[in-house]
């Protein structure tokens, strides 16, 4: 999340980064959150709907959305900050 939490400030106002919390505490989450310095947008996925729908098997996951919207990649497993600029290099291009 750190490398997210860059790549954000990084990128503000071109590309735009949200949060799902799954299946936790809420209070849990936003403890963790602001332990890391998050500050990108969060939203909650209570029951895992989102993973179901998109057939994510595990966490954590990146999913990447054009500008339309479309996803254009999933990435299952932590980040770093090269694969995160060649994600966000793909999603604009």
């Known amino acids: 999340m750190p490398e997210l939490q860059a790549a954000y400030e990084r990128h503000r106002g071109q590309v735009f980064f949200l949060g799902v919390d799954t299946r936790d505490d809420p209070q849990g989450a936003v403890d963790f959150l602001t332990e890391v310095g998050v500050t990108y947008p969060q939203v909650v996925d209570w029951d895992g709907d989102l993973l179901a729908h998109l057939r ?31 994600l966000i290099d793909q999603a604009t291009s």
């Open 56 to 86: 994510i098997p595990g966490l954590p996951v990146t999913v990447i959305l054009d500008a339309q919207g479309k996803i254009i990649a999933k990435h299952v497993g932590p980040l770093d900050a090269e694969t995160i600029e060649g």
